[in-house]
């Protein structure tokens, strides 16, 4: 087994993606109460006891507000930066790791590199992992695509990349206009419009599988997503989703 990789759920109301290796189990992020991660985890074959570590992003309550239930309850290591660390009850935790944005990092045989993103928390973050040669880039908020970001994701075997919202939807739909400007703006979220873009510019000749989240419920749908991301994905390769309900079954790399 080289690496695979499912979705507890994606979206604005939580967010908990899990990956498996040969000798490693993690969690990036946990939205989810202890209830329903435990739910969750047992629909893809596991219990929080199996986890080796939570890494996390940054503090937005759809990243990190199961962190630390789950994390207490499980004695479980978590990995952050110091920025995201700040969060209210994380400094409690016994078994913290503050990581280095700039420096690679192992989970036993997973090694992560955190991506330094353009979202509007503390010190927020994004990682790569890969096992036995094998890339996963997970990429979720980000209101702006960065010289950085593309050179990091280039040749990934798998992605999960955010489709966050349509602009015009955006502009037209339920959310004050405050709210319209920060996810639409540099340090919100990924259109779809740039995320296809990003996909234009890093090397995806050998990605597997491309998986579309954050997909928010009032300012996209599944199709204008799709429709985007296929124009330069290609119309016939199978894309995946990972939604707020269902998440994302295991795929394999
Ligand atoms: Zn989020
Ligand atoms: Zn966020």
Redesign the pocket.
Known sequence: MSLQFASLGSG?RG?ATVIRSENALILIDNGFTIKETERRLQQLGHSPQDLSAILVTHE?S??IKGVAPLARKYQLPVYLTHGTAQYNGISQLHDLHEINLHRPFAVADIEVKPVAVPHDAREPCQFVVSSQNKTLGVL??LGSITPFVIEQYRLCDALMLECNHDPKMLATGPYPPSLKQRVGGRWGHLSNHQAADLLQNIEIEKLEHLVLC?ISEKNNTEALARDSIKTIYGENKTLHLADQEQGLTWLAI
Do not use: E, I
């Open positions: 604005s967010n937005h759809d990243h979720t908020d954050h």
